[in-house]
């Protein structure tokens, strides 16, 4: 009772103060979301405009035709964008399956074998998430290079399977809780170490392997440093480079490269629809490696 | 760290003590086996550049000639003392400063969105969903808004603001504009480390709280805040190491050019466009020892344990 006279006597307590801070909330969050969107809606709209309207309206007019898909064609065709659909999809596939068989390797040697120079072989890898990869690229490049494999799919799906250490990461916070009496009840009927990785360990990693390939395919997805430096040839573009040559032909044609941005956008935001709670999820604990 | 040989130190006290020699010999081998390849990938990927880096920043390196000349700190020296060269660091400044400002703002949207609302998770998604596009389409959506008579200036004209502004044009702009677009992208993973990080403090804390006639911005301070340090001061020191290394946006809105030219993009242009492979990979390396002093910064603020927790 003594507590609710005090509270009567507080401004910030008042009904009045209770709605205003609601409606500054919703405010701020309206008006956030508009920052968000508006950008992203202008790109659309533009996307389906003729290049008459472009030339006539102004640049938050609506286009008079909503079912114009002339500049996607465009874009489609004119932007290579098959090609490079086809591209990304084939590095995705083949750095993710190699990150997840090297992932789960390392962190099943680390996590259930004890050795000499365990502890070095895990400061190796922790050092290495210190080491910002745009910094090293420098060098990196020369590596590849000496390798044969500069502009060719393998030099960057080598780079995104060696040096993605958050996925060893999320493999060894996931391995720690797999109980190690189920290693020893296989191993007592028998098995082998790498049956029990096969048959034991990585069926049970399937939530991590999950979140791996969530990351990864969106951070692949995006990649553009990677594919602009070791793939310059036009043939290797993927979803960024291809993008990003639009710049040059189609030069001050913004409906033809927003309908280009909108292709690549398009598929995130299915991904993210569909995923949205195991995006959240890997993302919080992949970010902060 | 995070990785305690807790499993490993239980699972020996099953091995057989008296096992067969050769056995033993070949189970000592068998981590190995599983470690071969990862290891070959982390040092032919990272620890070889990082060696070869250092080594070059020594030399006068053009990037392909057979011969080198060892220069000394020569490399350094220039970094340090060429006026264009470190300019580089004040352009740092404004994504310094602007990044607070994201964790500020990510900040005050976790908190508001912790508590349930209306429409609670539309805004979630709208907040993050910046973080998951690709940067060459970003790029492409701001360059478009901030053309002269874009998008940003019609919105502004209907504010009866009629100014033609040349976000990208004006040297004195420009880095405001680029490091907006940075806040516009990166936002959404802040928002979602804090709401996650606010979401696992108790309940029960909040409302015990707010039953003592705790408000909220007092549950805020008092109780949210505490709780989320460890992973706020997280965020400030990425802040500070993605500052320095900014490169994506600027490249493909700008090409880097003039005041928009970054740490990064300053390297990349020495070692690939000019051919100063020495001086670039000085650079890197000042880069790199920056972001790992700045790391062991942090790992010696924050205790271990806390770190552990939010790994």
């Known amino acids: ?289 | 760290m995070a990785i305690t040989p807790l499993t490993a130190r239980t699972r020996k006290s099953f091995e057989p003590q008296h096992a067969a020699p050769p056995q033993r010999k070949w189970r000592r081998l068998t981590p190995w086996l599983y470690l071969l390849v990862p290891l070959a990938f982390l040092v032919t990927f990272t620890y070889v550049p990082v060696a070869n880096m250092i080594s070059y920043s020594f030399t006068d390196w053009d990037g392909f000639s057979p011969e080198k000349q060892y220069v000394g700190l020569d490399n350094y020296a220039q970094l340090f003392t060429r006026p264009e060269l470190f300019q580089v660091f004040y352009v740092s400044l404004f994504y310094l400063v602007a990044s607070l400002l994201q964790i500020a703002l990510a900040l005050y949207f976790a908190t508001v969105l912790s508590f349930n609302m209306r429409f609670r998770n539309f805004f979630k998604g709208v907040l993050f969903f910046p973080y998951l596009l690709n940067g060459v389409a970003v790029a492409f959506v701001f360059l478009y808004l901030f053309q002269p008579g874009g998008t940003l200036d019609s919105v502004l004209a209907l504010f009866g603001i009629d100014n033609k502004i040349l976000w990208l044009g004006d040297p004195d702009l420009v880095n405001v504009s680029l490091s907006g677009v940075s806040v516009w992208r990166f936002l959404g993973l802040n928002f979602v480390l804090f709401l996650g990080a606010i979401q696992s403090v108790p309940s029960e804390i909040h409302e015990a709280a707010e039953l003592d006639g705790a408000t909220r911005p007092q549950v805020f301070w008092h109780v949210i805040l505490p709780s989320i340090r460890p992973i706020i001061s997280l965020s400030v020191i990425l802040g500070i190491t993605g500052s320095l290394s900014v490169f994506e946006i600027p490249w493909i809105m700008t090409g880097g050019s003039g005041e928009s030219k970054t740490f990064v993009i300053q390297t990349i242009k020495l070692a690939f466009q000019f051919n100063k492979m020495g001086l670039a990979s000085a650079a890197a390396v000042v880069l790199l020892v920056a972001i790992l002093l700045i790391a062991w910064v942090q790992r010696r603020l924050i205790p271990d344990e806390v770190t552990a927790g939010s790994r």
């Open chain 1, 1 to 289: 009772m003594a507590v609710r006279a005090v509270r009567a006597n507080l401004w910030y307590r008042t009904p009045w103060a209770r709605v205003i801070a609601t409606a500054l909330k919703y405010l701020s969050l309206a008006g956030a979301s508009v920052v968000v969107v508006l950008p992203l809606l202008t790109m659309l709209t533009t996307s389906l405009k003729t290049r008459r309207e472009m030339a006539e309206g102004g640049i938050l007019s609506l286009p008079s035709n909503w079912f114009n898909f002339d500049n996607y064609v465009t874009a489609f065709n004119n932007g290579n964008m098959l090609l490079a659909f086809g591209n990304t999809a084939f590095l995705l596939v083949f750095s993710i399956v190699g990150a997840i068989l090297i992932g789960t390797m390392a962190a099943y040697a680390i996590d259930r074998f004890t050795f000499r120079l365990r502890g070095l072989v895990i400061s190796l890898f922790l050092i290495a998430t210190l080491v910002p990869g745009v910094t090293t690229q420098v060098a990196t490049f020369k590596v590849i290079n000496a390798f044969g494999l500069f502009d060719t799919r393998w030099g960057p799906i080598l780079l995104y399977m060696g040096t993605d250490i958050v996925s060893i990461y999320i493999f060894l916070q996931f391995i720690r809780n797999i109980p190690v009496s189920l290693d020893e009840a296989a191993k007592m009927d028998g098995a082998s170490s790498f049956r029990i990785y096969r048959t034991v360990i990585l069926p049970l990693l399937k939530p991590a392997i999950a979140t791996v390939v969530i990351i990864k395919g969106i951070m692949i997805y995006n990649e553009f440093y990677i594919p602009f430096l070791y793939m310059p040839s036009e043939e290797l573009g993927v979803i960024s480079t291809s993008l990003f040559r639009f710049k040059g032909p189609f030069g001050a044609q913004w409906e033809v490269i927003s309908a280009g941005a909108v292709l690549v956008i398009l598929p995130t935001l299915i991904i993210f629809l569909v995923l949205q709670r195991f995006i959240y999820n890997g993302f919080t604990s992949g970010a902060v490696k």
